[in-house]
């Protein structure tokens, strides 16, 4: 613990009334001679792409050292993670849980929404005591906001010592083994390349493994950060990607998550998405392929095809709607209209029998009348979703959207939300308490959170289930007769 006697200038700024000042209200603070700093590429306020290689000195002190990464946002979020650990093995850096004995830390930053903004940065003005604590320890920020605020994140938070944007991560193997780490680094140049296909990520254990087929997303939907902070759509080729979930299967993973911001636009010049989940399927090991998040409009016919054909694509598709309004939609610059996507809906439900499905909705974007709001609701009931993710729209600036203004007030948009929450949360019983009765197959992750000898599970639907434990274990597959639900799960009886 640190006493006040070895209070370095960070912790006695951190004690000073600036520091709440700048957690809340961004006010900037005197920077640590920063000008050259960022300077990789001053001009640009872009790096220069550094050599993947590792540094002699580096190499010959190999001790161990080790990283510790808080992941904020998305499953692509997670896998980045898994990603830039790969990525550090060969380096000599181990993770660790606790942040307390990390020479690095890392945040793994989501820009979709400005509560995520500001949850980081009040997380980084907790984290930033390490620093103070322990001399030599590295504090970051790396992913989507670190590639939307770039340099600017040096004003807000002057003691960062590293901003990796999404495309940058190979820099920082060599930025850490670099003898002058006195400057913070910043490596935020997109590259439209960049898949990271050479690397081997460090997974969680587990039975499922997240894999990332295609980075980055050209649909530039008006209200959406992610195009300007991940880039340029590029897919991994297939061949990598089939290589990574033969060595997953090795290893005794049994469900194969592709991740992919538009995952069906997935193609490597050759291949296109239908390809990859036959492919996959024909890998011995693998039980279950899910994937997200599709894009309505690159629903094409050979993918609802090859879901249909192939029994270990799950039943469960998360088909973002936003909202089912044609005039918002078209503002949002979807791509599609409300009836393109019922007809998509419907088409899908035909092709797979008993697909749960899942979606994304936004309330309150820019112009968003009662009556569009109507119209999203009613869609929702008539859909019947087996769950949503639901949001408030949120500004984000770079956008088109931005431009726009808000029009409505937080406490409407609360209203609206709300409103529909309660509307899915009723669906979601309905359609749960539906499968009572019925047996699915569970492919068993460990022991449930709640009860005490209890197992937990997810079905081919990606309903949670929880049932008594039997001598089933993490990667059978158990038929459960569910004899109760709630909105979030299953309750069984396992049948063998
Ligand atoms: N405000 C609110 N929600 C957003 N999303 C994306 N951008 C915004 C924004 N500016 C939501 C969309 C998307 C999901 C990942 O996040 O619903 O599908
Ligand atoms: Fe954002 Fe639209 Fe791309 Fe999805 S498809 S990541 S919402 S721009």
């Known amino acids: 613990m640190s006493t006040e006697s070895n209070i370095d200038p960070i912790r006695s700024y951190l004690l000073s009334p600036h520091y709440s000042l700048?957690?809340?209200?961004?006010?900037p603070f005197p920077?640590?001679?920063?000008?050259e700093a960022i300077a990789l590429d001053s001009q640009s306020g872009y790096n220069k792409k550094l050599p993947h290689t590792t540094s002699k000195r580096h190499e010959d002190l190999m001790d161990t050292r080790k990283v510790y990464i808080e992941t904020y946002g998305c499953q692509m979020n997670l896998a980045d993670t898994e990603?830039?650990?790969?990525?550090?093995?060969?380096?000599?850096?181990?993770?660790?849980?606790?942040a307390a004995q990390a020479d690095v830390i890392l945040l793994n930053t989501c820009a979709i929404r400005e509560h995520a903004e500001e949850k980081v940065m009040r997380r980084l003005g907790n984290l930033v005591r390490y620093k103070a604590q322990r001399p030599g320890v590295l504090l970051g920020l790396m992913g989507c906001m670190a590639q939307h605020h770039r340099e600017k994140l040096l004003d807000k938070a002057p003691f960062l010592d590293l901003v990796l944007g999404p495309d940058a991560y190979h820099n920082l193997p060599v930025l850490l083994a670099q003898e002058d780490k006195d400057e913070p680094l910043v490596a935020v140049r997109l590259d439209r390349d960049e898949t990271y296909a050479d690397i081997s990520p460090v997974r969680a254990e587990g039975v499922r493994a997240w894999v990332t087929a295609m980075r980055g997303c050209d649909k530039f939907c008006t209200f959406c950060i992610v195009p300007y902070v991940r880039g340029r759509e590029r897919s991994v080729p297939l061949d990598a990607l089939l290589e990574q979930v033969r060595e997953l299967a090795a290893q005794g993973y049994k469900e194969v998550v592709y991740?992919?911001?538009?995952?069906?636009?997935?193609?490597?010049?050759?291949?296109?998405?239908?390809?990859?989940?036959r492919r996959t399927a024909a890998i011995e090991g693998i039980e279950r392929i899910r994937f997200t998040s599709p894009h309505p409009s690159d629903m094409s016919e050979r993918v609802i095809e090859a879901m249909a054909t192939c029994p270990k694509v799950a039943p469960y598709l998360h088909l973002p709607l936003q909202a089912a309004s044609n005039r918002v939609l078209e503002?949002?610059?979807?791509?599609?209209?409300?009836?393109?996507?019922?007809?998509?809906?419907?088409?899908?439900?035909?092709?797979?029998?008993?697909l749960a499905l899942s979606t994304d909705i936004i309330v309150g974007f820019p112009g968003e009348e009662e009556a569009d709001f109507r119209a999203t609701y009613d869609f929702m009931a008539e859909i019947r979703y087996d769950s949503a993710f639901m949001f408030k729209y949120s500004a984000r600036e770079g956008t088109k959207a931005y431009k726009w203004g808000e029009t409505l007030s937080e406490e409407e948009k609360g209203r609206r939300l709300q409103e529909i929450i309660a509307l899915q949360e009723r669906i979601s019983g309905e359609l749960n308490r539906q499968t009572i009765?019925?047996?699915?197959?569970?492919?068993?992750?460990?022991?449930?959170?709640?009860?005490?000898?209890?197992?937990?599970?997810?079905?081919?639907?990606?309903?949670?289930?929880?049932?008594?434990?039997?001598?089933?274990?993490?990667?059978?597959?158990?038929?459960?007769l569910v004899v109760s639900a709630t909105a979030h799960t299953l309750v069984g009886e396992a049948r063998r």
């Not at 019925?438 to 005490?452: D, F, H, I, N, S």
């Open 437 to 480: 009765g019925q047996t699915v197959e569970v492919l068993v992750e460990g022991p449930a959170k709640r009860q005490k000898g209890w197992l937990a599970g997810k079905s081919g639907q990606f309903k949670t289930v929880v049932f008594p434990g039997n001598s089933a274990r993490p990667g059978d597959l158990v038929p459960v």
């Open 83 to 98: 990603l830039l650990l790969g990525l550090l093995k060969p380096h000599g850096y181990e993770p660790t849980q606790v």
């Open 22 to 27: 700048l957690v809340a209200h961004n006010v």
């Open 331 to 354: 503002r949002m610059e979807r791509g599609y209209t409300v009836e393109q996507y019922a007809a998509l809906v419907e088409r899908l439900r035909a092709a797979v029998p008993g």
């Open 259 to 277: 991740l992919g911001q538009t995952v069906n636009a997935y193609h490597d010049g050759d291949c296109d998405f239908s390809d990859l989940l």
């Open 31 to 35: 920077p640590r001679g920063r000008n």
